[in-house]
């Protein structure tokens, strides 16, 4: 999505001005549901990076299959695949890889395909996500993972699944740096809250213009002015948790906690923010916390709908305040702020599914 | 990529995977005949398999529509509600009047935001004058001489006026659109927590607190949407009928038999009990009436009917077949009815990767048909709006003041809004020399009038709930029980068309689980029997009105003819062309025609 009038030849010209791309990539396993949540971002707007309303803010070129202009046939007009084999040859630079969706194991077949986005040119076939991860994040300036399925493996990575799915950074190491010496940017949330994207898009931007420091990450990856805080701690029903007020039935006004909400634990600034434009939520207007953002979604918190473990020891003295409850969370953080162990590359499927092709 | 001679025929292989400006990845590929200015033929493929129906098994069911919703991202709500649906039949639940009101109340936002930012950020922009002048540049011209018949009612002068708005980003209307996608969203947000993944729906009712800021907030915004429609729905008659004006014949660009199904959506709590045994009844008293329409004519509205007729093939998809390899799980429905192997509730799904070979199995993507006793039918949904308005208005049932069913045609009936008078709009059911027509322009002209209608609708819900609340019946939930063992069915719309869930629940947990939304059924592929899919047989002997030559070629009637369906699903549709100078450099003959 460029500026929409510009002919094919004035787009070239544009790029000898220095042009950032956004090349985004929506094949992993996914709903694309962080596609269309960015579509509702309005602090800032997709439309606001776009036509570059900020002072400073550099020249963007986003490839978005979502609401991308060009959609003419591969490898003849306007085919929009051609940026992907572009950035691949190292004839686009610098750009920007975001990844929605979970990275599924394709090695766990002889043949097929779980998920692909165009084609081969050597083999016809459909070219897988990891396939696409090996060529491009050599050439990348940095990667964006956005959403859980992206970032930590997601709904698609639960127990029992097929394809092996994991996270970008279970994928490339947890420790990878771009030819910038950046390390992949994890921006979790099922889907995303809008506005956190857009804004990590927006701080990313002004770092590859030099002018903001390297982006504050915590050890999941994530930004961390964005999810420091626990939902809990945003949680306009906090109050009520205070008092020991605890809802036994949806639709009441009272802490959620005994009838499933994970809030006490996890990381999110949704109840503070809320969805968009300061409206909806979670826990704030009624929703149990699922813990969509978190890397042990959904597994640990499952069956969402009953109380959480501890969450009664700690709602029960919930008037002692200080050292005892920190304690207790701590050590649920560690073990919810993890991913289960199957999420891996490899040959093998640990995810307890017997494959009928094996 | 290549081209070849098929009974003396020049046919030009092409390509488009990954489709843009739709919700997912597909990919179509096909095989046209220049000379004729015809697709010849058309396959479409979706390139991703997830395993919903593998993970959610032995799960707790009350699980069920918080994993399901993520099975779209665009429409997830509409999953999740059908999974409550499903869920409440289960538990035998039924929720508080009032939690209706406001499901029906969030699910109407979505149809309006869905469709809004679908017709104009996506399709729109294959209308736009950018693309119609790299396309068709004869018929901009045209568009800028041509007067709009209802320039009062939306203000753009000329044809090629509207065609501007619509230019992406620039265009004055596709950023209001864009706009009002999010005041959209925001309603959806009020009732339903999150958009897409709701926070606040669960079996027996909704955890939303229910106030009289909530419903509010609500009107404010659907008052300022009414408006909208006043100009939309206008505009787009204007902008359509100019395309059959100035493409004599572009009433074939993707036609298809009249084979449209609908499921029927917003229940009406005071008559929706969730129980099987009166689903027939319940279903004829939904605020979208379901029913399977043939050649124009209505076969039946009786869920039960609609439930029973729905067979699985898996044709040219990558599973194996689970007949002769399982048991049924379900012999007969509640009814006492038999139910097929082939039904979703005794499916399984055993994926078995392989090469993608257009000439046996090329797409993760099954076929859902619909057996009417005699043949099995690939029904389609035309995107939504279409078979959702068809079958309310042969059906003759719906009558609520603000909108209303003539068993010929729908009422629209819009209050006065801030800036326009009251406004009544009528959907008529299209035609063509007679004949009953359903194809692209029919597809995306009756998604602009379905936003009104649901609109219309809308102020019926809030008015009743708010109702409710003013009456001090603000409890939102309703108690349940899981059993250990049930099997239970939803049915809704999805934003795109039929969605069905169909659950076993075998000692306290999920035992089978099968979702099937729209895009199967659009994007299903030749099934055991040979007969393709609705995308493939729209897009098969479409004719070509685009001006440019093989090598500048877009594909823009193709593009029209699949977008008019609102592809969504997490899948691909792929098209092929070839010639061009490009293509000829090829070595390797493309998967299309490789084994
Ligand atoms: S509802 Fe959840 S996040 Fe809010 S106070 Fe209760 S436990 Fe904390
Ligand atoms: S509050 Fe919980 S469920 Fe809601 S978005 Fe944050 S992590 Fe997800």
Redesign the pocket.
């Known amino acids: 999505m460029t500026t929409p009038t510009k002919s094919a030849t004035s787009k070239q010209r544009k790029q000898e001005e220095p042009v950032i791309h956004i090349l985004w990539m929506n094949a992993g396993l996914s709903c694309d549901g962080d596609s269309v949540a960015l579509t509702a971002a309005t602090q800032p707007s997709i439309e606001d990076i776009v036509l570059g309303v900020f002072p400073g803010l550099p020249k963007v070129a986003v490839h978005w299959p979502l609401i991308d202009y060009e959609s003419g046939p591969m490898q003849g007009a306007d085919a929009f695949i051609e940026w992907f084999f572009k950035a691949a040859r190292g004839e686009l630079d610098p750009f920007v890889l975001v990844v929605e969706g979970s990275i599924p194991n394709e090695s766990l077949k002889r043949e097929g395909y779980w998920t692909g986005f165009g084609n081969n040119p050597d083999t016809g076939q459909p070219m897988t996500v990891p396939e696409w991860l090996d060529r491009l994040a050599p050439n990348a300036t940095g990667i964006i993972a956005a959403g859980t399925c992206a970032t930590y493996g997601g709904i698609h990575a639960m127990a029992g699944n097929p394809t092996g799915a994991m996270g970008v950074a279970d994928y490339l190491g947890w420790d990878w740096r771009s030819k910038a010496g950046l390390p992949i940017v994890n921006v979790p949330g099922c889907p995303i809250q809008p506005d956190n994207l857009s804004e990590t898009v927006l701080y990313l931007l002004y770092q590859l213009a030099g002018q903001a420091p390297m982006i504050p990450l915590d050890q999941a990856l994530r930004p961390t002015w964005l999810f420091t805080a626990t939902?809990?701690e945003g949680?306009d029903?906090?109050g009520?948790?205070e008092q020991g007020q605890f809802a036994t039935e949806y639709g009441t006004p009272e802490?959620?906690?005994k009838i499933g909400?994970w809030?006490?634990v996890v990381k999110c600034n949704v109840?503070k923010r809320g969805w968009m434009n300061g409206i909806g939520g979670c826990?704030n207007v009624g929703g149990i916390?699922i813990a969509c953002t978190m890397p042990g979604f959904p597994d640990k918190f499952m069956p969402f709908m009953d109380e959480p473990p501890g969450a009664h020891v700690s709602s029960t003295i919930s008037e002692a305040y200080g050292s005892v409850i920190r304690t207790l969370r701590g050590f649920t953080f560690r073990t919810v702020d993890k991913e289960p162990k199957w999420r891996r590359k490899g040959r093998e499927l640990l995810t307890g599914y017997k494959a009928p092709w094996s | 990529m290549t081209t070849s001679s098929e009974q003396g025929r020049e046919l030009v292989e092409m390509a488009w995977d990954p489709i843009t400006r739709i919700v997912g990845s597909l990919g179509v590929y096909c095989k046209i005949d220049f000379a004729n200015r015809q697709v010849a033929e058309c396959y479409s493929t979706s390139s991703i398999f997830r395993g919903y129906s593998i993970f959610m098994k032995g799960k707790d069911p009350r699980d069920a529509h918080f994993i399901t919703s993520r099975i779209c991202g665009i429409c997830g709500d509409n999953h999740a509600t059908c999974s409550v649906y499903a869920q409440n039949m289960a538990y035998g639940v039924r929720p508080p009047h009032l939690a209706e009101w406001i499901i029906n109340c969030g699910e109407a936002a979505e149809y309006m935001f869905d469709h809004n930012i679908y017709q104009e950020n996506l399709v729109g922009v294959d209308y736009c004058e950018k693309m119609v002048r790299e396309t068709n540049p004869g018929v901009l011209a045209k568009a800028e001489r041509t007067e709009a018949p209802h320039a009062e009612d939306h203000g753009y002068k000329t044809i090629a006026d509207i065609m501007r708005s619509l230019n992406p980003l620039e265009g004055d209307f596709y950023r209001e659109a864009l706009a009002m996608s999010r005041l959209t969203r925001e309603m959806f947000c009020l009732m339903e927590g999150r958009h897409v993944h709701p926070s606040t729906l669960y079996p027996g009712g909704v955890g939303t607190v229910a106030t009289v800021q909530l419903f509010t907030d609500y009107m404010t915004r659907l008052m300022r949407y009414v408006e909208f429609m006043k100009r939309v729905v206008p505009m787009h008659d204007d902008l359509f009928d100019f395309f059959y004006d100035a493409l004599p014949g572009y009433e074939n660009v993707g036609r298809r038999r009249v084979l449209l199904g609908c499921w029927g959506s917003l229940n009406d709590p005071d008559h929706c009990d969730f129980t099987y045994e009166n689903m027939g009844d319940w279903g004829r008293k939904m605020f979208v009436t379901p029913g399977v329409i043939v050649d124009g004519r209505l076969v039946t509205n009786d869920l039960v009917d609609i439930n029973l007729g729905i067979r699985i093939l898996l044709g040219s998809s990558y599973y194996d077949d689970w007949v002769g390899a399982t048991d049924p799980f379900v012999t007969h429905d509640p009814l006492g009815n038999p139910v097929d192997i082939r039904h979703p509730w005794n499916q399984h799904t055993i994926p078995r990767p392989q090469k993608r070979d257009f000439t046996d199995k090329y797409s993760w993507v099954m076929s859902p048909r619909w057996f009417d006793g005699k043949d099995m039918l690939a029904l389609d949904t035309g995107g939504g709006p279409i078979a959702r308005l068809w079958s309310t208005a042969l059906n003759g049932l719906v009558d609520i003041g603000y909108v209303k069913s003539t068993g010929h045609s729908v009422l629209i009936n819009l209050p006065r809004t801030a800036t326009k008078p009251e406004k009544t709009f009528e959907w008529k059911i299209p035609t063509y020399k007679g004949e009953p027509l359903s194809n692209a322009l029919e597809r995306n002209r009756a998604r602009s009038y379905f936003q009104a209608y649901v609109a219309a609708c809308a102020l019926h819900f809030a008015e009743q709930g708010l109702n409710e609340v003013r009456q001090g019946r603000t409890q939102t939930w309703e108690p349940f029980t899981v059993p250990d063992e049930a099997i239970s069915c939803g049915f809704t719309e999805a934003v795109r068309g039929v969605l069905s869930h169909h659950m076993v629940i075998r000692n306290g947990k999920i035992a089978n689980y099968h979702p099937y939304p729209p895009t199967p059924w659009n994007a299903s592929v030749r099934d055991s029997y040979g007969t393709p899919g609705p995308y493939e047989d729209a897009v098969q002997n479409t004719p070509i009105f685009e001006e440019n030559s093989p090598e500048n070629f877009k594909g823009i009637d193709i593009m029209r003819a699949i977008r008019s369906f609102d592809p969504c699903l997490p899948c691909g549709v792929h098209m092929y062309l070839g010639e061009g100078k490009l293509l000829r450099t090829l070595h390797s003959p493309h998967a299309f025609t490789a084994p």
């Open positions: 939902v809990h949680c029903r906090a009520y948790y802490c959620l906690v909400c809030g006490p109840p826990p916390c």
